[in-house]
T-cell receptor, first 113, second 114 residues
Framework: QKEVEQNSGPLSVPEGAIASLNCTYSDRVSQSFFWYRQYSGKSPELIMSIYSNGDKEDGRFTAQLNKASQYVSLLIRDSQPSDSATYLCAPYILTGGGNKLTFGTGTQLKVEL | DAGVTQSPTHLIKTRGQHVTLRCSPI?????VSWYQQVLGQGPQFIFQYYEKEERGRGNFPDRFSARQFPNYSSELNVNALLLGDSALYLC????WGMGTYEQYFGPGTRLTVT
């Protein structure tokens, strides 16, 4: 089982719609979760962090966390063409080998005019 | 405020050579981590350093090594380069002991091994 699983996409949504990105993780001990946005050829950019069960909103972004189901999601409201990118889900794992972000392969989002 | 900086931006090396990549963290951040990202994959953890000590190591061969300096900057060294080492190498910095774990990435170094 992969540590972090995401649908690779591409996920296509029309401009102005809500984009829903999902992620499941295998490590039950993970307490911190992050979403990064990565444009083609660029480095990942942190857009959301969430530590507690429930929803966290920041502008057009809402992160949702359900630790019992080992599930985290990202909603993007009023999607814009500039939101077209790959979105990486990253639980922060505390291990004997060191504390690390563990990334999924990412979901490619395409916002169409 | 300046973000994480990395140098060089791009690098082309030949198999068997060694390479040194450099990173300067965000001012006030004392921890640096290194990640490798190959095309089509998410970043993979290589090392984490805090206060000049290695605090974590990913599943990478001993050809990979790193260190952190008193000013919290860091370098990643890779010896005996293989074609498979071609990737984007990312440095991330974070505060330590603040109860949060946000890591901020630099622009990366694109390494091509021929």
């Amino acid at each position: 089982q992969k540590e972090v699983e995401q649908n690779s996409g591409p996920l296509s949504v029309p401009e102005g719609a809500i984009a829903s990105l999902n992620c499941t993780y295998s490590d039950r001990v993970s307490q911190s979760f992050f979403w990064y946005r990565q444009y083609s050829g660029k480095s990942p950019e942190l857009i959301m962090s969430i530590y507690s069960n429930g929803d966290k909103e920041d502008g057009r972004f809402t992160a949702q966390l359900n630790k019992a189901s080992q599930y985290v999601s990202l909603l993007i409201r009023d999607s814009q063409p500039s939101d077209s990118a790959t979105y990486l889900c990253a639980p922060y794992i505390l291990t004997g080998g060191g504390n690390k972000l563990t990334f999924g392969t990412g979901t490619q989002l395409k916002v169409e005019l | 405020d300046a973000g994480v900086t990395q140098s060089p931006t791009h690098l082309i090396k030949t198999r068997g050579q060694h390479v040194t990549l450099r990173c300067s963290p965000i001012s006030g951040h004392k921890s640096v981590s290194w990640y490798q990202q190959v095309l089509g994959q998410g970043p993979q953890f290589i090392f984490q350093y805090y206060e000049k000590e290695e605090r974590g190591r990913g599943n990478f061969p001993d050809r990979f090594s790193a260190r952190q300096f008193p000013n919290y900057s860091s370098e990643l060294n890779v010896n005996a380069l293989l074609l498979g080492d071609s990737a984007l190498y990312l440095c991330a910095s974070r505060e330590w002991g603040m109860g949060t774990y946000e890591q901020y990435f630099g622009p990366g170094t694109r390494l091509t091994v021929t």
